[in-house]
């Protein structure tokens, strides 16, 4: 099959990565994309980095049996603990988010930043490693808000203000001029983030991300030609949650797949 014409695959451990797959679609709506939820692993930030190569490893069996073009890492934990492992075994593209993404925050004129994530991802200092790479002047404080994803996927982000105000007070003893959400799942927090942090200070990488993904594929020619886009939402456990909880970024049409795959 002409390589332009495959699939896009996203996965994440949820629905975190429709944050980097919405703004994809909209750029991109002729392509074909495949998009995987790992519920039943769900959340990744709790795991170690052995388990996470593990099931990102099947993950990626899975898609080069799905003759896919290129694989996105919506998800910024198994880019900071698995990418490096897997990186050169499959044969399509693949996309981390934080490396995809560092050279551009480096260039920030800024002096101070503090990254949300996950244990797993500030356990890796990915941020840290990534973006003082292209520039060493750049202050990077990493903080850990473990229950921010369960607070997204259990759909309960108004009800937990108290406790997303708490875990950004510890940040702000930093005094950092932007915010990076790093962890897909956090730009569903958005509203009340904005009830406490200055907007224009927050940065949600996924508009770098998908900017430097079309590129890259611009420049490899295997951006599909030809109108008709389609999409396929398939998820390892708890397809209702993933429906109600996607909700609030994206306007999925039907429950989707449950699959045994992974
Ligand atoms: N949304 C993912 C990330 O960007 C995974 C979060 C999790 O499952 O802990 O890190």
Not at 171 to 193: D, M, Q, S
Not at 199 to 220: G, R, T
Request: glycine fraction near 4%; charged fraction near 25%.
């Amino acid at each position: 099959m002409d390589n332009k014409n495959k699939k896009i695959a996203f996965f994440d451990s949820g629905v975190g990565g429709l944050t980097v797959f919405s703004q994809m679609k909209k750029m991109l709506p002729n392509e074909k994309y495949l998009y995987f939820g790992d519920l039943k692993n769900s959340p990744y930030g709790e795991k170690s980095q052995d388990e996470l190569i593990h099931i990102s490893k099947k993950i990626f069996d899975f898609f080069a049996s799905q003759d896919v073009k290129a694989v996105v890492m919506a998800c910024n934990t198994t880019s900071a603990t698995a990418y490096d492992s897997l990186k050169d075994n499959y044969p399509y593209k693949i996309y981390p988010i934080i490396q995809s993404c560092a050279k551009k925050i480096a260039q920030l004129p800024v002096k101070r930043i503090c990254v949300f994530a996950t244990e797993a991802t500030v356990k890796t200092h990915a941020y840290q490693k990534y973006i003082n790479k292209n520039n060493p002047n750049i202050e990077i404080f990493e903080t850990a808000c473990p229950d921010w994803v369960k607070i997204v996927e259990e759909n309960r982000v108004f009800e937990s203000e108290e406790q997303i105000k708490s875990d950004l007070e510890h940040a702000f003893v930093y005094n950092p001029e932007k915010f990076i959400l790093g962890c897909t799942h956090y730009p569903f927090l958005t509203k009340v983030l904005v009830k406490y942090v200055d907007e224009s200070k927050i940065l949600n990488p996924a508009e770098i991300f998908v900017d430097y993904i079309i590129a890259d594929l611009k420049k490899n020619s295997m951006l599909k030609d030809s109108p008709g886009g389609q999409e396929e939402f398939l998820v390892s456990a708890n397809p209702q949650n993933f429906k109600h909880a996607a909700d609030m970024f994206y306007d999925l049409k039907n429950i989707p797949q449950k699959t045994d795959l992974i």
